[in-house]
């Protein structure tokens, strides 16, 4: 994958991963290609980890690692509450239409938070303004 990128003319700079890719061969391959292994940590492996302090020192792996988990927990979401776990159809076609359906209910679900949390924001703006003009009198 970061031949093709780099055949494309991209520098891949970092590269994101689960703690399955948290192996000192791994690790040590991106290394020599000049990549940075964003790799959760498994620190449960027989021998530690592999990603050392000149990962984990860095902000940016920090970053790495919270929108890593964002993402995870939506694929989370989707095998827990929608039962994507096992697929329900037969056939790429009607998996990849169920795969559609949940994404567009997850977004959904997501927009009214976002929406919710704004009119919150102008209740309260507008209660600030009520409360100013009254104290005016």
């Known amino acids: 994958m970061i031949e093709e990128q780099q055949g494309k ?3 891949v700079r970092t590269l994101g991963a689960d703690k399955g890719y948290d192996t000192k061969g791994f690790v040590e391959k991106l ?6 292994p964003h790799v959760a940590a498994n620190e449960e492996r027989r021998g530690g980890s592999a990603i050392d302090g000149r ?4 902000e940016g792996y920090a970053v790495s690692q919270k ?4 993402v995870e927990e939506i694929f989370g979401w ?5 039962g994507f776990r096992r697929s329900r159809f037969r056939g790429q076609e009607r998996t990849e239409l169920q795969a559609l359906l949940v994404g567009t209910a997850y977004n959904l679900m997501r927009m009214a938070k ?3 949390r704004e009119a919150e924001a102008v209740r309260s703006e507008n ?3 009520a409360v100013k003009s009254i104290k005016r009198r």
């Open 114 to 116: 976002l929406l919710g």
């Open 9 to 11: 003319g991209i520098r």
């Open 127 to 129: 209660d600030k303004s």
């Open 78 to 82: 989707f095998k827990t509450v929608w």
């Open 55 to 58: 990962t984990t020192r860095h």
């Open 67 to 70: 929108i890593r988990k964002r």
């Open 31 to 36: 290394r020599e290609k000049k990549v940075t």
